[in-house]
C-alpha cells in the first residue's frame, strides 16, 4: 500500500527531473533569503544560477549543527516569521537548542510525509493509532499525529509516560498500531508481562519505531513479545522530524522520501561521498522546505545506501537502519545528548574537577546514565551531608539543562583518569541494541 | 509528457530565459505564472519551435524536440494557442479551423477532419452557430474558443496555452477556464497554460510554476502556491501588510 504511489513509485528519471526542478527552486530562495547561505555561495563563488545537474550538488557547501547554533535563533528562516506557523526544538540541547519553524505549506507536506510512514508500515485509514511519544517541542507526537489524522486513521494522542494507563488505552480503545520509540516498546512489553496482560488478547497489529537506534534483535523480540509487525522509521527535527525516511513491510531498508530530500552518503573525515553500498555519515538536503530549508546538512547519523530495487514497488533509495553515530553524541531516553553539554552543566557546579564519565546501561527495557565525576576536595566524602548535597545538586542541575535525568556518582580527586586527567572515553556505553 | 531541462533563452544580449526546468506529466494541467516580462510567452514560444534556445534541452514524449521545425512539433502532438488569439480575421470560423488541421490533411484524412469540425462545433456550439461568418466579426471570447477550436483541429495530446483570459470579461473567462477542466476529464487532454490571472489558473491547475524575470524560482503543487505568501503578495493581489 501507499500513500502517494504517483510520487512514491515514479520512475528514477521522473524523480531525477523533479528534484532538479525544486532545489534549483530552493538554491535561489536560500540564496535571496538566508544570509548565511548567501555569505557561503560567496564565499565559495558559487552561483545558485550555474547548478544545473544534480551531480553539481557536490559543489555545494554542508550545512553543520555548529552553523545552526550559530545561527540561533531565527537565522537560518528563509521566511519572515509572521508566515510561521509553527516551532519545534531538537530534544536536549543546551541554552543554544535548534529551532525549526514550519511554514502552512510546510505542516501540511509533513502531515502527508508522515502519513506515507505510517501506510508504508501498514497503517490504514482503519487503524487505532495510539502515539506514545512525547508531545511537545519534540517532532515525533505531533508529526505522526497529524500524518495519521490525514490518513483517516483514528488518532490516540496518548503522548509519553504512564505505562499503566498506556496498557490501559491499548486494551479498552482497542490499539491496532502503536508509534513509539523502540525502547519504549519494549518497556510496555514488560508492563504487561508485570501486570498479566497477554499480548496475544490486543488488537494490536503494527508497530512504527524511530527516534533512537535499534537493532534487529530488538525488532526480534519487540515483534515475538508485542505480536506486531515492526518497521523502522527516521527523521530529525533539523531537517523536519518524522516523514524523512522509513522501512515499508519488506523491512530491508527505510525508503527516503527522495521527492522531498536529497540523501548523499559522506565520509565524516573527508566529506567526500563513500563508495555506493559503503558506510559512512547520512548528508540531507531538503527540496521543498519553505521555513526551514537545509542544503546538505550533516545529520551526524552513519548508514549506508542499500543497492537494488525493493519488491515493494517503491522506487526510492533505501538507507541501512542508523548504524551509529560519527560524532560523540548518544540518544538517552529519545534525548539526544551531547557529552559537551554534561560537561558544560557540570561546569556550573563549584566543588568538583572537569573530569567526568558517562556510563549507560540498560536496565531492562530503559535506558540510564550514570555520571561519575570528581570531587576536588576529600571533604565530600568525609561529610554525608555535603556529599548529598553535591549530588543532588549536580544531578538537578544536569536534567535542567540536558534535559533528562542522569544518575550522580562522586569518585575521588584523580581517581577517574590515571596519568595525563581526562583523556579517556568520555561516554561507555554498555546498552545492547 | 514534457521536459524542459535548464532551458536558457536569449533576445541578443537579453537573457530572457535563464535555466528553467520544468515538467508535465500527461493529463495534468500546469499553470506558469509570472508577472509582465517574466519570460512565459517566451518559454512557450521556445516548447513550440518559434523560438530556439540558446541553450538547454526539451523533450516531448521522451524525444528531444529543441531543435524541431514548429510544424513537426505540432504533428508530433503539441499545439499552441498563441497570445492575442491570432485568429484569421477575413477567414470564416470554418476556414480558420481547418487550418488547424493543416498539419495532417490528406485525401485519407478528409473524412476524419470533418468529424473533427463537427467535434469542435459541440464543444463550442457559438461556433457552429458562425461558421460560415468572418473571425474578425467575432466576441473576445469566441475568437478564444476559436483559437482553441483551432489547435484541437491537430489532435493535439498537449496544449499550450498562452493567456486564455486576456481582454476577456470575467463570465467569459471563466467559461474558458471551466473549459480547459472538461477539455482534461473528458479528453485527458495536458495542458501547460500561461496565466496573468495566476489566481484563476492555479485553482484549475494540478500544479504550478512562478516565473521572475526569466527565472523559475518557485514550483510545487497548485494549492500550496496559492496557499504561499510570496505567491500571494506578487501575483494574486493580496495585500498582507494592510490585512496585519
Known amino acids: ?433 | 509528457m514534457l521536459r524542459l531541462k535548464n532551458v536558457d533563452v536569449h533576445y541578443g544580449k537579453v537573457h530572457a530565459v535563464r535555466r528553467a526546468s520544468l515538467h508535465v506529466r500527461p493529463g495534468e494541467v500546469v499553470a506558469l505564472i509570472g508577472g509582465n516580462g517574466a519570460g512565459k510567452t517566451t518559454l512557450l514560444t521556445t516548447i513550440s519551435g518559434l523560438v530556439r534556445p540558446s541553450g538547454g534541452e526539451v523533450l516531448f514524449m521522451d524525444a528531444p524536440i529543441t531543435r524541431s521545425a514548429p510544424e513537426r512539433i505540432v504533428r508530433a502532438g503539441l499545439s499552441h494557442v498563441p497570445e492575442g488569439r491570432h485568429v484569421f480575421k477575413p477567414m470564416s470560423v470554418e476556414d480558420n479551423l481547418l487550418l488547424g488541421s493543416y498539419s495532417r490533411y490528406s485525401m485519407q484524412t478528409r473524412p476524419r477532419v470533418q468529424e473533427d469540425l463537427e467535434d469542435v462545433f459541440a464543444l463550442f456550439p457559438v461556433l457552429g452557430e458562425r461558421r460560415s461568418q468572418a473571425a474578425g466579426t467575432l466576441s473576445g471570447g469566441e475568437q478564444q474558443m476559436l483559437a482553441i477550436g483551432r489547435a484541437l483541429m491537430s489532435r493535439p495530446a498537449m496544449l499550450l496555452l498562452d493567456e486564455p483570459s486576456m481582454g476577456l470579461a470575467p463570465q467569459v473567462v471563466r467559461d474558458i477556464f471551466k473549459l480547459i477542466v472538461r477539455l482534461k476529464a473528458e479528453r485527458g487532454l495536458t495542458v501547460l497554460l500561461v496565466e496573468q490571472n495566476a489566481r484563476a489558473a492555479l485553482k484549475i491547475a494540478d500544479r504550478g510554476y512562478v516565473l521572475e524575470t526569466g527565472r523559475i524560482v518557485l514550483q510545487g503543487p497548485a494549492d500550496e502556491l496559492l496557499e504561499n505568501r510570496d505567491v500571494q503578495r506578487a501575483y494574486l493581489g493580496r495585500d498582507l501588510d494592510r490585512e496585519e
Open chain 1, 1 to 433: 500500500m501507499y500513500f502517494e504511489p504517483e510520487y512514491e513509485c515514479m520512475s528514477r528519471d521522473e524523480l531525477a527531473q523533479l528534484q532538479l526542478e525544486r532545489l534549483q527552486s530552493t538554491l535561489f530562495r536560500l540564496s535571496r533569503n538566508v544570509p548565511f547561505y548567501r555569505r557561503k555561495f560567496a564565499d565559495l563563488g558559487f552561483d545558485p544560477e550555474e547548478f544545473r545537474t544534480l551531480e553539481d550538488l557536490k559543489k555545494l557547501p554542508f550545512t553543520t549543527k555548529a552553523d545552526l547554533r550559530e545561527n540561533y535563533p531565527y537565522g537560518m528562516f528563509a521566511v519572515p516569521l509572521r508566515e510561521v506557523v509553527r516551532l519545534h526544538s531538537s530534544s536536549g540541547t543546551t541554552g543554544k537548542a535548534v529551532v525549526c519553524g514550519y511554514t502552512k505549506n510546510d505542516v501540511k507536506r509533513w502531515a502527508k510525509l508522515a502519513a506515507r510512514v505510517l501506510t508504508a508500515g501498514g497503517v490504514t485509514r482503519d487503524d487505532v493509532v495510539q502515539i506514545a511519544f512525547n508531545y511537545g517541542l519534540f517532532t515525533g507526537g505531533f508529526g505522526f499525529h497529524y500524518g495519521a489524522e490525514l490518513l483517516g486513521a483514528s488518532v490516540i494522542p496518548s503522548s509519553s509516560g504512564n505505562s499503566r494507563r498506556q496498557i490501559q488505552i491499548m486494551q479498552d480503545y482497542k490499539t491496532t498500531a502503536l508509534v513509539c520509540t523502540p525502547s519504549y516498546a519494549l518497556y510496555l512489553a514488560g508492563a504487561m508481562e508485570d501486570v498479566g496482560v497477554n499480548p496475544n488478547a490486543l488488537d494490536l497489529k503494527w508497530g512504527l519505531f524511530g527516534a533512537e537506534c535499534w537493532s534487529e534483535a530488538m525488532r526480534g523480540d519487540i515483534q515475538e513479545r508485542l505480536k506486531i509487525t515492526a518497521t523502522d522509521n527516521y527523521g530529525l527535527t533539523e531537517i523536519m522530524g518524522p516523514g524523512v525516511a522509513a522501512e515499508c513491510l519488506e523491512r530491508g531498508g527505510l525508503h527516503v522520501n527522495e521527492d522531498h530530500f536529497l540523501a548523499e552518503v559522506i565520509d565524516p573525515h573527508t566529506g567526500q561521498p563513500v563508495a555506493p553500498g559503503e558506510k559512512g555519515e547520512l548528508v540531507l538536503t531538503t527540496l521543498t522546505k519553505e521555513a526551514f530549508p537545509m542544503l546538505r546538512f550533516r545529520t551526524g547519523d552513519l548508514t549506508r545506501l542499500i543497492p537494488g530495487t525493493c519488491p515493494c514497488g517503491r522506487t526510492f533509495l533505501r538507507i541501512d537502519r542508523i548504524l551509529g553515530r560519527s560524532d560523540d553524541m548518544f540518544t538517552l531516553r529519545g534525548v539526544n545528548v551531547f557529552p559537551a553539554q554534561v560537561e558544560a552543566a557540570l561546569l556550573t557546579v563549584p566543588g568538583i574537577e572537569p573530569c567526568y564519565q558517562i556510563v549507560l546501561e540498560r536496565e531492562g527495557a530503559l535506558d540510564t546514565a550514570t555520571v561519575l565525576v570528581e570531587a576536588s576536595t576529600d571533604e565530600y566524602f568525609d561529610e554525608i551531608k555535603k556529599h548529598q548535597q553535591l549530588v543532588l545538586t549536580l544531578a538537578k542541575t544536569l536534567e535542567s539543562i540536558v534535559g533528562v535525568s542522569f544518575a550522580v556518582k562522586l569518585v575521588e580527586k584523580s581517581s577517574l583518569y590515571a596519568g595525563d586527567a581526562c583523556k579517556a572515553k568520555r561516554v561507555v556505553d554498555n546498552r545492547k541494541f
